[in-house]
């Protein structure tokens, strides 16, 4: 009898994870369509890189160490959600959390400095109204700012989350598609740091 | 409930990835972004050029291709699942979808900037400015 609920509660478990493999699967067909719409942008980018209208090329508006600042701080928080992901698998909630927060400074961090860049543009006169190909750059950049921003209303939900109910199975899957999400924002950002600011600088 | 959750993502681990794992993307995405930046700071502070445009484009390319692969197999877990390979196949498609819109994109677009006679654009300017 107790053989027969055990193997049942096996049963159980194993369609539940086959679910949740399901809601993976589902989340990364999202990220892939993502890439199409970064793709559009980066192409747009592509074609505007000339159109400068007078104003200044990619050359004069930014420079690359501060670029390379961004692509660093970006890449160290991509490497935080993964610690905080094998945490998660060993069900070790306080380095969760640690490794979270971590996250979201870096992410914070790097925001400001794309803020502070992007500010610092329009102050000299060359915001998105400046040409075509400022308006491909700021849209292109914004675009992924803007998923940042997303990312990191999420993240903060999660470390409510997991503060409050600890790593539930539903949790553990939310956090299995933070991470997928993160991870796919530093590997844009890699492009844009190649495509935009290092071929810029040439 | 920690010990169903446990099982039920133990089996799961080699699919997941482990710390090394993690390090080792971590390093070598590091070390591919500093190598051609280094190269493109010399190149742009040196007051003779020290490197040919191709050969710095091409360095570029493939050490973002290849932080690219290196991210997708370290951080993404790609490439370990179980077949059939659905995630591969779906990216498959994606990468077809990114190289005929971007690529397309800027052939047509050359080639429509190629095609244009000064007189067309001169005249293209004129309405522009007029518009304006």
Redesign the interface.
């Known amino acids: 009898m107790s053989e027969a609920v055990a193997s049942n509660q096996i049963l159980a478990a194993e369609e539940r994870r086959q679910a949740d493999d399901k809601t993976i699967f589902g989340f990364w067909v999202y990220i892939m369509t993502d890439c199409v719409l970064f793709a559009s942008l980066f192409a747009t980018y592509a074609v505007l890189r000339n159109n400068t209208f007078g104003g200044p090329s990619g050359t004069n508006l930014y420079s690359l160490p501060y670029a390379l600042m961004e692509t660093l701080i970006l890449l160290t928080s991509s490497f935080s959600c993964g610690l905080a992901i094998l945490a998660a698998r060993r069900l070790k909630r306080l380095q969760v959390l640690f490794w979270l927060g971590l996250t979201i400074l870096l992410g914070m961090a790097f925001l400001g400095l794309e803020l502070h860049e992007f500010t610092r543009l329009v102050h000299e006169g060359n915001s998105w109204r400046r040409s075509g190909f400022t308006s491909a750059f700021f849209t292109l950049i914004g675009t992924h700012g803007l998923h940042i921003t997303s990312g990191l209303v999420w993240m903060l939900t999660m470390m409510v989350q997991v503060g409050r109910r600890g790593l539930t199975r539903g949790n553990l899957r939310r956090l299995t598609l933070l991470s997928l999400f993160w991870h796919f924002l530093d590997i844009v950002w890699v492009f844009i740091f190649t495509i935009v600011y290092m071929l810029g600088a040439l | 409930?920690?010990d169903?959750?446990?099982?039920?993502?133990a089996h799961?681990?080699t699919e997941?990835g482990?710390?090394g794992f993690?390090i080792g993307?971590?390093i070598a995405?590091?070390a591919l972004?500093l190598i051609?930046?280094a190269l493109?700071?010399i190149?742009?502070n040196s007051r003779h050029e020290t490197f040919t445009?191709p050969f710095?484009?091409v360095i570029?390319?493939a050490?973002?291709l290849i932080?690219?692969g290196v991210?997708?197999y370290c951080?993404?877990h790609l490439g370990r699942e179980t077949r059939p390979r659905?995630?591969l196949l779906?990216?498959a498609?994606?990468v077809t979808?990114?190289l005929i819109?971007?690529l397309?994109?800027?052939w047509i677009?050359n080639n429509l900037n190629y095609r244009m006679t000064p007189q067309q654009m001169n005249s293209y300017m004129q309405q522009q400015d007029g518009g304006l």
């Open positions: 409930m920690n169903e959750v446990r099982a039920i993502y799961n681990n997941q482990s710390l993690y993307g971590f995405s590091v972004t051609p930046f493109v700071e190149h742009v445009h710095l484009i570029m390319t050490a973002a932080q690219f991210q997708l951080f993404l659905w995630k779906v990216l498609f994606m979808v990114v819109l971007v397309g994109s800027l677009m």
